[in-house]
């Protein structure tokens, strides 16, 4: 089964914006658009650590609302 990623409509908007409450840094941005799996690698193996500050929640909030609508949609084509 292959899946693709659904982008939030409002992806572009939120990855232009530059938001006070991101502790985000450029190279986490820039590796999330840039290459998606390492960018999940990575972000496994931050909350593995427990090292919560360091992740890109926003893309991360993203893309759980995003496997579980996949998984969803799927269990209806069952």
Not at 22 to 31: A, E, F, I, P, S
Not at 64 to 71: A, I
Request: proline share 3%; net charge negative.
């Amino acid at each position: 089964m292959i899946f693709c990623r659904i982008p939030h409509p409002d992806k572009l908007n939120r990855l232009a914006e530059i938001n006070g409450n991101h502790t985000m840094n450029n190279d986490q941005k820039t590796l999330y658009e840039s290459d998606f799996y390492s960018w999940t690698k990575q972000h496994a193996q931050l909350i593995k650590e427990r090292r919560f500050d360091k992740l890109d929640l926003d893309n991360l909030a993203e893309e759980v609302e995003d496997m579980g609508l996949k998984t969803f949609l799927n269990s209806l084509s069952l």
